[in-house]
């Protein structure tokens, strides 16, 4: 194997092993502790605070990617930085030494990238790998990445429940109560990789080409053009509700429902969605008691359990269920209707058309009634009458006529 950076003292590992993963996020970033006397305890810390604690303790644990709130949830998040997959070699016939060489000789750079870091967390192992900070959007090959990663190694222990955006992971220096031992670094190096080029290497059935292809499309292309879909589907209820200030009663119900059927697909994680279902029925000025969101609400997790489509709604379908009127569809990424989409048509070609007169050199036409009207304002300022600024800007006299009443009315001249 290769010969990995060794840090030694546990203070110096956790700080930096926390500037490694975190040396340019701007976001929040969880931190949590479990313990006998208060359970699962969470913070929300900007980077310099949170290298201020003390992770000498036990089962403390920090998120790698960041939010843009103190709220650890799917549509809050803002800085993808790591890709990871927990091993968890207590189940599995094999010893941690054992697995390191076979990874080292058979799968990195195989069939997959050569981790950044590497972590000993005590029963199990922590594969790291540094991404170039990556905006939210990009969740879905994020997530794409982490289902190949952990489909090359479940034979090794990867935690199927380990594989969301939120996950928090053991901190070096601090100590895993099970195993009564310290999670330690045991290999680190200087890779920083782009999702992209993880998709090319890895996983060239992502490539934009695929798309082009007829027929039916590759199961793996399929889940991750689906979880696109769920993306945007759960960061649309989430405005929706903001829209609305929290007030969303009529709707409650089905919002929630929804927000948990979604949750469910995108992360393969029922316990997740749950908890954060809960999360957002917190923030409603009236909230349903948990009892009655669970009983309100489990259906979804039933129809996702069975791999049932029977919730697969059309936009249309949204639209008329949350009532979403034509003002809140132009904030929604997805849920949106025909006239709405016509209109973004209208104006990305609009766009796109003076992004062409631009690269020409040439000006669009507001650009060009601009410019005329300055140069009318400054020929009326030097005293000319209409005619003969009509035959020095080689103008009509209806527009000079319009442009002048336009300057007068603005109070332009």
Not at 177 to 205: C, H, M, N, W
């Amino acid at each position: 194997m290769k010969e990995a950076i060794e840090i030694v003292d546990n203070t110096i590992e956790s700080k930096e092993y926390i500037q490694d993963v975190h040396n340019k996020s701007k976001g929040w970033i969880t931190n949590v502790n479990i313990t006998k006397e208060n359970g699962f305890r969470q913070w929300h810390y900007t980077l310099d605070d949170l290298l201020k604690l003390d992770f000498d303790k036990e089962d403390t644990y920090i998120s790698l990617n960041t939010f843009y709130k103190p709220m650890r949830r799917i549509e809050t998040i803002k800085e993808l930085n790591c890709s990871f997959i927990d091993l968890d070699i207590y189940k599995t016939k094999f010893t941690k030494t054992q697995i390191l060489m076979n990874l080292e000789d058979n799968y990195y750079n195989k069939i997959i990238p050569e981790p950044s870091i590497t972590l000993d967390t005590g029963r199990g192992l922590l594969l790291i790998w540094k991404l170039e900070q990556t905006p939210y959007m990009a969740l879905p090959l994020w997530k794409a990445i982490q289902e190949h990663l952990y489909r090359q190694l479940k034979v090794f222990g990867a935690d199927r429940m380990a594989l969301d955006a939120t996950r928090v992971l053991r901190v070096p220096g601090s100590i895993n109560s099970k195993s009564g031992t310290r999670v330690k670094v045991i290999a680190k190096y200087d890779y920083v990789y782009s999702l992209r080029e993880i998709q090319r290497e890895f996983l060239p059935e992502l490539n934009e080409t695929s798309k082009k292809k007829k027929g039916r499309p590759k199961k793996v292309v399929y889940v991750h053009r689906e979880r696109s879909l769920y993306q945007g589907r759960i960061l649309d209820i989430v405005k929706l509700c903001e829209l609305r200030n929290y007030d969303v009663e009529g709707q409650r119900e089905i919002i929630l429902f929804l927000y948990r059927y979604y949750l469910c697909y995108f992360y393969e994680d029922e316990e997740k969605a749950l908890d954060d279902t809960i999360e957002l029925n917190n923030t409603f000025i009236k909230p349903l008691a948990i009892k009655e969101l669970t009983r309100a609400t489990e259906s979804a997790e039933k129809v996702f359990k069975s791999k049932n489509k029977q919730y697969k709604y059309k936009n249309d379908t949204l639209i008329e269920l949350l009532d979403i009127n034509e003002y809140e569809q132009t904030h929604m990424k997805v849920i949106i209707g025909k006239e709405e989409y016509k209109r973004r048509d209208r104006e990305y070609q609009k766009n796109r058309y003076n992004q062409k007169l631009e690269e020409k050199g040439k000006m669009t036409e507001k650009e060009k009634i601009s410019r005329r009207r300055e140069k009318i304002k400054a020929l009326l300022a030097e005293g000319l009458l209409q005619k003969d600024i009509c035959k020095t800007l080689n103008i009509s006299k209806r527009n000079c006529i319009r442009d002048i009443k336009y300057l007068k009315e603005h109070g332009l001249i």
